[in-house]
């Protein structure tokens, strides 16, 4: 005869399955850190700051669709906003030491997305895409026009500086070492956002709306919260990119650019953390090995066809394929 | 004084580099990179046939040079500052690059100037029209081949006053671009004694210019002059067609055309239109036999940043013949002292500022009855002569001429 199971059993062997999990998560997250780490030896340091730039970008906007269901389509603003800042504070001010540059330019994308944030969530759906699409199109104008940005030609030769007063950023590994840490930092961050108290109202409120207001919180509050954030994350990543390339271009703040974001995130996997920085290295990568080879012409019919594809046959995107696999065979 | 500090460092450096790199060619080998727009807007104008007039020229040359093989790659720019950076970074530091050519978005060639400034390489700007890539932005690492906008400016603008079209209509595209180039002839057509009456801007880009065309022809200016570029060119001059602009009197003036926009508007929405190129194909034998080479290659006729490409190629070539060398500076002292005389230009020279000097050229587009086939586009109306087309080194922001 076996014995009845007990409750306090059951939540013993469930703490331990939840134990084992998250140790698996952490292995896997070590490998992952070593290898990136180590992976300048190997690959080109500047291309892997691309990458890790525009992964920064899309984990930033993954924070709003995947964990809030908010499909913001005017993200390229605030990935701009933050570089021409940057790149014009330090250009202008060569005493600026490079942090303060980038803090100064993550500062105006956050202000920028708060006024965003302000006129669009008042909105659900379309609407929403719409209205952020309009005001980054507005932004987009503002760059063309304006003086310090150079208008089609960029602004150029920023100085890549010292981190600190005595870093030399201008040496490609400091340099690759400072994005990491700065590209893991806001990556932690939304790890903590999204597991905390604050992350789970955000869950809520992609889930069902109407029950999280009716349960008593402050929804467009949330909503506003994880916007800013979102929009500042994302101006971080272009403040960083500026710094990495010494330039800031229109290209930035084009709409391609906001429709490019949503495609690394749906291709990696909206709401899963690791699916934006998988989809951000796979577009980029992509682009990359398109533009030296023949097919060349084809790499916007490419992408098409693979959005496409995603929509239709891979919903949670890569990573979110690769989870639905492992559970399905090995759990 | 901090850029006088620069450049005296920067000129110490390049002796001393000099003279440790004499008679020596990196790796036994020159390699050339070629970038430029291969998808978008621009890929007609240079894109895969420029990379093919850049192969024609490693071939002419036997594909070696002083022993030494010349290898080429290439890549798509994407007309993105950022890619073009980062692929140029690549080749620079981790391919041994030593030339860069092709260039055409001037956001692009600003920026992999920079990078070659730094990495001591050299590039040569076949594609864009920029003035400013030898005026503010200008490096001692680059030389600008083919055009720019002063002469286009100046050349169409001028030609068409001293012709009699004294009242001006400008149609800019409303960017940078097209501010600078309305400028350029808004000065060139009152000094000539014209007047500029009225300047309408239009938003970049514009698929719909009906109601623009419109207020250009109430007007009543005798010249109606296209600020802007690309697709917004070739819309603006078929509405205009459509419209009968140049049957009701007025000239119609497009300050950049090329032969493959032409080409694809057709004489006949696009005859008399008046315009500046730096080179065509159907000039003399010379540029004939080469562009039926190209033909052939190819299936279309070269545009003048086909030629150009071409040409600086085996110019570049043939100063490391020269030096021996295929160190950046002593490449580029030696195409500085060697005059250009080829099927692309006539007593081409290269200044300081690095900006190419030569005879550009004022073009009308042929009528249908004129045109003898697709390609018999244009009939060369005058040539201008190379020290009046380009802006005078005395008018130059560059450091490099001004010393400071």
């Known amino acids: 005869m076996s014995e009845p199971i007990s409750h306090a059993d059951i939540q013993k062997t469930m703490l331990q399955q939840q134990k084992a999990e998250q140790r698996k998560k952490q292995l896997l997250n070590l490998v992952l850190l070593v290898l990136l780490l180590a992976a300048p030896a190997v690959l080109y340091p500047v291309f892997l700051m691309k990458i890790l730039c525009f992964a920064l970008f899309a984990v930033a906007f993954n924070l709003l669709l995947g964990f809030t269901g908010l499909l913001s389509f005017g993200h390229a603003a605030f990935l701009a906003s933050g570089a021409y800042t940057t790149g014009y504070l330090l250009s202008t001010y060569p005493g600026l030491s490079t942090e303060m540059g980038i803090l100064a330019g993550t500062a105006a994308a956050t202000v920028l997305g708060f006024c965003f944030a302000v006129v669009a969530i008042r909105r659900q759906g379309i609407y929403f895409a719409m209205i952020t699409l309009a005001l980054a199109q507005l932004v987009f104008f503002f760059f063309v026009q304006s003086e310090f940005t150079g208008g089609e030609d960029g602004l150029h030769g920023v100085p890549r500086g010292y981190l600190f007063g005595f870093i030399d950023l201008s040496n490609n590994l400091a340099m690759y070492y400072f994005v990491l840490a700065v590209f893991l930092g806001g990556y932690l961050l939304v790890q903590r956002i999204v597991g905390s108290p604050f992350g789970q109202v955000l869950k809520a409120i992609k889930q069902n709306e109407a029950r999280t207001v009716s349960l008593g919180y402050n929804v467009n509050l949330y909503k506003l919260l994880a916007f800013v954030m979102s929009a500042g994350l994302a101006g971080l990543a272009g403040s960083v990119k500026t710094v990495v390339f010494q330039l800031a271009s229109l290209g930035d703040a084009q709409w391609h650019t906001s429709g490019e974001v949503i495609l690394m995130t749906l291709l990696g996997g909206t709401g899963t953390l690791l699916g934006p920085v998988i989809g951000a290295a796979f577009v980029v990568n992509l682009e990359y090995q398109l533009s030296q080879g023949p097919l060349g012409d084809w790499v916007d019919a490419i992408l098409g066809a693979i959005f496409i594809l995603t929509v239709i046959a891979f919903r949670s995107g890569i990573v979110g394929e690769v989870q639905k696999f492992m559970r399905k065979n090995l759990g | ?404």
């Not at chain 2, 530091?93 to 990078?115: K, P, Q, T």
């Not at chain 2, 004294?166 to 940078?176: E, G, N, P, R, V």
């Open chain 2, 1 to 404: 004084m901090t850029i006088m500090k620069k450049l005296l460092t920067s000129a110490i450096a390049s002796t001393l580099m000099v003279a440790g790199a004499q008679a020596e060619i990196s790796n036994n080998t020159v390699k050339i990179g070629y970038l430029a727009d291969m998808s978008g807007t621009y890929r007609d104008l240079a894109g895969p046939n420029g990379l093919a007039a850049l192969e024609m020229a490693v071939a002419d040359f036997g594909g070696k040079v002083k022993g030494a093989k010349i290898e080429v790659v290439s890549s798509d720019d994407r007309n993105s500052p950022d890619v073009s950076s980062s692929t140029v970074r690549r080749w620079v530091e981790n391919e041994d690059v030593d030339m860069v050519a092709g260039l055409v978005a001037s956001s692009v060639s600003i920026a992999v100037s920079d990078i070659l400034e730094e990495k001591g390489k050299l590039g040569i700007v076949s594609g864009s029209a920029a003035s400013s890539i030898t005026n503010e932005h200008c490096t001692p690492n680059h030389i600008h081949y083919v055009y720019d906008t002063y002469p286009l400016a100046n050349g169409t603008a001028s030609a068409i006053v001293k012709e009699g079209g004294k009242s001006w209509f400008i149609l800019t595209a409303d960017y940078a671009f097209g501010h600078s180039l309305e400028a350029d002839v808004t000065k060139v057509v009152e000094e000539n004694g014209g007047k500029v009456v009225q300047t309408l801007r239009h938003p970049f880009p514009t698929p719909d210019f009906s109601s623009f065309i419109l207020q250009a022809q109430g007007s009543g200016a005798d010249v109606v002059a296209l600020a802007n570029a690309g697709a917004d060119t070739t819309n603006a001059i078929n509405t205009a067609g459509e419209f009968g602009l140049t049957q009701s009197g007025q000239t119609l003036a497009a300050l950049l055309l090329f032969l493959t926009d032409v080409h694809a508007l057709g004489v006949d929405a696009a005859q008399g239109i008046q315009l500046t190129t730096g080179w065509y194909w159907d000039m003399n034998d010379e540029t004939r036999a080469w562009s039926d080479r190209f033909l052939e290659k190819t299936g279309v006729r070269p545009t003048m940043v086909h030629a150009g490409i071409y040409s600086s190629t085996i110019q570049y070539l043939k100063a490391i013949e020269a030096t021996d060398s295929d160190e950046a500076q002593t490449v580029r002292k030696q195409m500085m002292d060697t005059p250009i005389n080829d099927m692309f230009a006539t007593n081409g020279r290269i200044r300081e500022d690095g900006r190419m000097v030569h005879d550009m050229y004022l073009a009308q587009v042929k009528t249908p009855a004129e045109s003898k086939d697709e390609w018999d586009l244009y009939k060369i109306v005058r040539t201008i002569p190379a020290e009046e087309a380009f802006r005078p080194l005395s008018e130059s922001k560059c450091p490099l001429v001004t010393g400071n």
